[in-house]
């Protein structure tokens, strides 16, 4: 009878424990939804003589960049994906993955820094360096915001 009630015990006490880990894993679930939600959205677009890129990147509660960017330069397949970073002051680094034209089985992933200047995002360019096949900016190398084609000006919001 010891043994019945004991293994009773343990069953309800396992039983407790699984209820509160669903609990907490909810409430994680929660806040990082939270963390997400969009702020505020701004739009971009950048011409250079027969070049457009389009621009619209998310502002996230958690500081985070997201959003999505196309990029149509003469006599290239378009280039369509979605950018993901943050700013470090002035400057918003990130990260751009994309196909370039109909071909949807291989996707790039670049790395990008803008230079935020009262209504436009300047799109700097910087010596790159790739190592375990990921591409980043050299670390100590500066970037030039100065010598560049592409400046993205602030435009409305065309859904």
């Given at each position: 009878m010891?043994k019945?009630?004991?293994?009773c015990l343990l069953?309800?006490?396992?039983g407790?424990?699984?209820?509160?880990k669903?609990?907490?894993?909810k409430?994680?679930?929660?806040?990082?939804?939270?963390?997400?939600?969009?702020?505020?959205?701004e739009?971009?677009?950048?011409?250079?003589e027969k070049?457009?890129?389009?621009?619209?990147i998310?502002?996230?509660?958690?500081?985070k960049?997201?959003g999505?960017?196309q990029?149509m330069?003469l006599?290239?397949p378009?280039?369509?994906?979605?950018?993901?970073?943050e700013?470090?002051g002035?400057t918003?680094f990130a990260?751009?993955?994309?196909?370039?034209g109909?071909?949807?089985?291989k996707?790039y992933?670049?790395?990008?820094?803008?230079?935020k200047?009262?209504?436009?995002?300047?799109i700097?360019?910087?010596?790159l360096m790739t190592t375990?096949?990921?591409?980043?900016f050299?670390?100590?190398e500066?970037?030039?915001?100065?010598?560049?084609k592409?400046?993205?000006?602030k435009v409305?919001?065309?859904d």
């Amino acid at each position: 009878m010891k043994k019945i009630t004991l293994f009773c015990l343990l069953l309800a006490c396992i039983g407790l424990e699984s209820c509160k880990k669903d609990q907490s894993e909810k409430v994680a679930k929660a806040a990082k939804a939270k963390a997400e939600e969009t702020i505020s959205t701004e739009c971009y677009k950048a011409l250079y003589e027969k070049d457009t890129i389009n621009l619209k990147i998310n502002t996230l509660k958690n500081g985070k960049i997201t959003g999505e960017m196309q990029m149509m330069v003469l006599d290239m397949p378009v280039k369509h994906g979605e950018i993901a970073g943050e700013f470090h002051g002035d400057t918003l680094f990130a990260s751009y993955t994309f196909i370039q034209g109909g071909y949807e089985k291989k996707t790039y992933k670049n790395p990008m820094a803008f230079l935020k200047k009262g209504d436009e995002l300047i799109i700097g360019n910087g010596k790159l360096m790739t190592t375990l096949g990921a591409t980043h900016f050299i670390k100590g190398e500066p970037i030039d915001f100065d010598r560049v084609k592409y400046k993205l000006t602030k435009v409305d919001c065309v859904d």
